[in-house]
Structure formats: C-alpha cells, structure tokens
C-alpha cells in the first residue's frame, strides 16, 4: 500500500512517515520547510520527498492514501488536484488511529505545555520496564534517536496535540486517539490562529475527557484552575492527581518532595509513601511536573514507581528542549523549542537555579509562532524574560505588535533584530567566557546556533 504524506517534516507528520515503513508500506511525502532533526530522520528512512506542492507528479501513481497534514489549505495546486480528482484523503491523526491505535493501549499526553518531554519519559521508562512500547513523539528523544516507532508491545505513548487535524477537521487531533490513560499537562491560551479564546480549548479538552473509558485514568495538576474547570464540564474516569513541593496537600495523590533546582533532584511521593528519589540532569520545576506524571502515567499500567525512578535517572532528554549545542570560549550555547511565555519563564527560571548568579543569560528569542506573532503573549513576555541579562528579539516582517517597545520597557541590554547575521554579529561582540546563550524558537531560527558557534570558534571572534 501507498501511503503519500502532505508536510512530512513537520513532527507528527514525520513520525507517521516512520511508523508506515515500519508497516511495510510504500512512502513519498512533500514539503517545502525541511530542516534538521527531522529531515535528517527522513534521509536515513530513504522516503521520496517531493520540495513544495506544486509538483502534481507526487500524486501519480496514485496513492492509496494521500495523508494530510493541518500545514495544508485550500488553494495549494496538490490539494485542489487532489479534491477535482477525488483521490482518497485523510487526516494525520486518523490514519495513526486507524491503522495503529485501534488495538493498542493509548498512554495520551497533553496539555499547553511539556507534552514532548513527558511523552517521552513515558516512553522511555516503558523501554527501560522492558515493555517495548510504540510511541509518537513530536521532537526526538536523545534516548531512542527516532521521534516514532511501531513498537511491539501492548502499549502505544502518544503526543497529544490540540491542534486541528486537518483542513476538513478542525477537530483537535487528540480526540481521534481514545487512550486509556491520559495526561493533561496544563492548559493556556495557545494557537490563537485557530482558537478565539481559552474556552474554545478548553472545549476541545473536555472533547477529550469524554473518550476516555470509566476505566481509565485521567492525570492532572491539582492546582491547574483551567484543567480543574474542564474536569468540572464533567469527567465519568477514574482520575488522580499530582502536585510540587513540601507545603501541598495530596494524600490521595502524587507529590514531589524536597525539589532542589540545584541538586537536580526530587523525592517522589504517593498516598504518602515514599517511593525514592528521581537524580537526573533536567533542569526547573516544570520537568519534576513532567517527571512525576509520566511515573503516575506508567504506574497506571503497571509499572513499579521504583523501577521508574531508575528510568528517569537515566533520561537523557529531547533534542531542542534546552539541548546544548556546544561550548567554545567559555561559552555555553543552547537550543530550546520554548515560544510561549509560561515556558520561556520555566526555561530561563530553569537555567537561573543551574548557573546561579556566577553566570550571564543572554535569552535571544524568536517571535516566531502564531500566537506570538499576532502579539496576544505581548504583555507577558516582561516577566518571562526577567532571569536574562540580556534578552535579543528576532522579528519577522508580519509581527504586527511592536516588539520595540516591550524590549525597551525591560530595560535589559539586548535588541531587536530581523536579520540573523546581524543578530549573529552582536552576540559575538557581546558574549564572554561563562555566558550561557539560549536561542529559543519553535522552528529552525535558520540554524542561527550553530552559525554562531562555528563563528564563535574561528579565528574571526
């Protein structure tokens, strides 16, 4: 069989590309933004990638299915050709549905924020359980080097992103999964290209809440209000609940203790019993959230907190979520996937606790994303940034806020640019040994960190 993929590089679509070789299925793709790590995975899958969606040869022979990814819109000559021919389409998340899902037990993970890093934990503590799971992930874990795989086991983790399916369904792609076990990380105003307000996601949650069996298990932040009011809309799950720190009151939860941002470390806790302690090299509060969801995700289907314990000991981490590129000069350059401002302020809060105060931050974000870009986070980014020394903007030219002036109001050395070699040349003149320099982005940044690594080193600096 056929299976032909509309934006094969984008995360998910690049995950259904892997999984559908290991299906022995025949695959093409085309895109027209093709950029490392997934591009990287896509050439070693040897998958025909056709640049842009102009070229209508990508639909001849035809495929059994075309799948298309919510990159695409009407007016693009492959999709219009595609609707006067009638050739058969369907949405990413269906076609993982249908042809992967539907016999497996579903480990759901989602929320605003942290759905890839804990999707991966889950995943990897099932690896490391022995119980060989299939997993889908939207960024690649340093522990397996692939963002997706069919796997053999009973269980498949999967991310489980709000985002619409499809052109032709504008559901949430998580509303296609039914898991059995559910995680829902957080919820914020996010997307504001396709949602109008935080109702509007949080109706899509509770969408998600209705598929999960009374036999399941719902996995929440007890003190996330906008969760809370979901579950409020109704919730007919067996549910259970996690909280941070020493003062909050979870009997009948899960609980991390004695957190230390410097030691890297945190006791995990359940119905008040101690079940050990997590040692790990990730960084801020936001990863022990993380962390002890995944352990209450895996403990679901039965995997001893202890073991996992161990397994998270050992977590090497995603690519792009604070990934050290390298250190030249004294100068330690890192690359985050951080675009709103709840994770930008967990990032930066994050490498604070790490570095203390013997060390300048210098936070060069990219106003990138949607949201971001059409200014709804505009006033928040005050707060998030305020652990830099320096804080750089990158601005595209359809930012319509006026990113001038938020940067000028946080009285912190920095700028704003709209081109990278010129953002480049100054964060060359400007970093000096023991600086941490974080570009945060959710896309390419046009490789920008490695650019100035590589000027970094030369003998130009």
């Given at each position: 069989?056929?299976?032909?993929?509309?934006?094969?590089?984008?995360?998910?679509?690049?995950?259904?590309?892997?999984?559908?070789?290991?299906?022995?299925?025949?695959?093409?793709?085309?895109?027209?933004n093709?950029?490392?790590?997934?591009?990287?995975q896509?050439?070693?899958?040897?998958?025909?990638i056709?640049?842009?969606?102009?070229?209508?040869?990508?639909?001849s022979?035809?495929?059994?299915?075309?799948v298309?990814?919510?990159?695409?819109?009407?007016?693009?000559?492959?999709?219009?050709?595609?609707?006067n021919?009638?050739?058969?389409?369907?949405?990413?998340?269906?076609?993982?549905?249908?042809?992967?899902?539907?016999?497996?037990?579903?480990?759901?993970?989602?929320?605003?924020?942290?759905k890839?890093?804990?999707?991966s934990m889950?995943?990897?503590?099932?690896?490391?359980?022995?119980?060989?799971?299939g997993?889908?992930?939207?960024?690649?874990?340093?522990?397996?080097?692939?963002?997706?795989?069919?796997?053999?086991?009973?269980?498949f983790?999967?991310?489980?992103?709000?985002?619409?399916?499809?052109?032709?369904?504008?559901r949430?792609?998580?509303?296609?999964?039914?898991?059995?076990?559910?995680?829902?990380?957080?919820?914020?105003?996010?997307?504001?290209?396709?949602?109008?307000?935080?109702t509007?996601?949080?109706?899509?949650f509770?969408?998600?809440?209705?598929?999960?069996?009374?036999?399941?298990?719902i996995?929440y932040?007890?003190?996330?209000?906008?969760?809370a009011?979901?579950?409020?809309?109704?919730?007919?799950?067996?549910?259970?609940?996690?909280?941070?720190g020493?003062?909050h009151?979870?009997?009948?939860?899960?609980?991390?203790?004695?957190?230390s941002?410097?030691?890297?470390?945190?006791?995990?806790?359940?119905?008040?019993?101690?079940y050990?302690?997590?040692?790990?090299?990730l960084?801020?509060e936001?990863?022990v959230q993380?962390?002890?969801?995944?352990?209450?995700?895996?403990?679901?289907?039965?995997v001893?907190?202890?073991?996992?314990?161990e397994a998270?000991?050992?977590?090497?981490?995603?690519?792009r979520?604070?990934?050290?590129?390298?250190?030249?000069?004294g100068v330690?350059?890192?690359?985050d996937?951080?675009?709103?401002?709840?994770?930008?302020?967990?990032?930066?809060v994050?490498?604070?606790?790490?570095?203390?105060?013997?060390?300048r931050?210098?936070?060069?974000?990219?106003?990138r994303?949607?949201?971001?870009?059409?200014?709804?986070?505009?006033?928040?980014?005050a707060?998030?940034?305020n652990?830099?020394?320096?804080?750089?903007?990158?601005?595209?030219?359809?930012?319509?806020?006026?990113?001038?002036?938020?940067w000028?109001?946080?009285?912190?050395?920095?700028?704003?640019?709209?081109?990278?070699?010129?953002?480049?040349?100054?964060?060359?003149?400007?970093?000096r040994?023991?600086?941490q320099?974080?570009?945060?982005?959710?896309?390419?940044?046009?490789?920008?960190?490695?650019?100035?690594?590589?000027k970094?080193?030369?003998?130009?600096?």
């Amino acid at each position: 069989m056929h299976t032909h993929i509309l934006g094969i590089c984008g995360t998910f679509m690049g995950g259904l590309a892997v999984i559908a070789k290991e299906l022995k299925l025949k695959v093409t793709g085309s895109d027209q933004n093709v950029y490392p790590p997934m591009s990287t995975q896509l050439d070693n899958l040897s998958i025909k990638i056709f640049q842009g969606y102009d070229d209508l040869q990508q639909l001849s022979p035809t495929p059994d299915y075309i799948v298309v990814g919510n990159v695409m819109s009407r007016g693009k000559p492959v999709i219009e050709a595609i609707l006067n021919q009638n050739l058969p389409i369907i949405s990413g998340p269906e076609w993982l549905a249908r042809f992967v899902l539907k016999d497996r037990h579903v480990i759901a993970i989602s929320g605003t924020h942290g759905k890839t890093t804990t999707t991966s934990m889950v995943a990897w503590i099932l690896e490391y359980a022995g119980l060989a799971p299939g997993f889908l992930i939207g960024g690649i874990p340093n522990d397996f080097g692939i963002s997706a795989r069919l796997g053999t086991g009973k269980y498949f983790v999967v991310e489980a992103d709000e985002y619409d399916s499809a052109f032709f369904d504008k559901r949430s792609k998580f509303v296609h999964y039914w898991p059995r076990t559910l995680i829902i990380n957080n919820i914020e105003f996010d997307h504001a290209d396709i949602f109008a307000n935080l109702t509007a996601i949080q109706a899509q949650f509770h969408h998600l809440v209705r598929t999960v069996p009374g036999e399941g298990l719902i996995i929440y932040p007890k003190l996330d209000k906008n969760v809370a009011e979901v579950l409020n809309k109704g919730c007919w799950s067996k549910r259970v609940a996690y909280a941070v720190g020493n003062n909050h009151e979870n009997q009948d939860g899960w609980l991390a203790r004695n957190n230390s941002a410097m030691n890297n470390q945190f006791e995990v806790c359940y119905k008040n019993k101690s079940y050990g302690t997590v040692k790990w090299a990730l960084l801020g509060e936001h990863n022990v959230q993380n962390g002890l969801a995944a352990i209450a995700a895996v403990e679901h289907v039965g995997v001893d907190p202890k073991i996992a314990i161990e397994a998270l000991s050992i977590f090497q981490g995603v690519k792009r979520r604070m990934e050290i590129k390298g250190i030249k000069r004294g100068v330690t350059v890192y690359d985050d996937f951080a675009h709103h401002p709840t994770a930008i302020l967990s990032t930066l809060v994050g490498l604070r606790a790490k570095v203390g105060n013997r060390a300048r931050i210098l936070a060069v974000l990219d106003i990138r994303s949607n949201t971001m870009r059409l200014g709804h986070h505009k006033d928040q980014l005050a707060s998030a940034v305020n652990d830099a020394n320096q804080i750089y903007f990158f601005r595209s030219s359809d930012t319509i806020w006026d990113v001038d002036k938020v940067w000028q109001d946080l009285q912190k050395p920095g700028g704003v640019y709209s081109n990278t070699d010129d953002l480049v040349k100054i964060l060359l003149k400007e970093a000096r040994e023991n600086d941490q320099v974080i570009f945060m982005s959710n896309g390419s940044f046009n490789g920008i960190h490695a650019t100035f690594l590589e000027k970094l080193s030369s003998e130009e600096v």
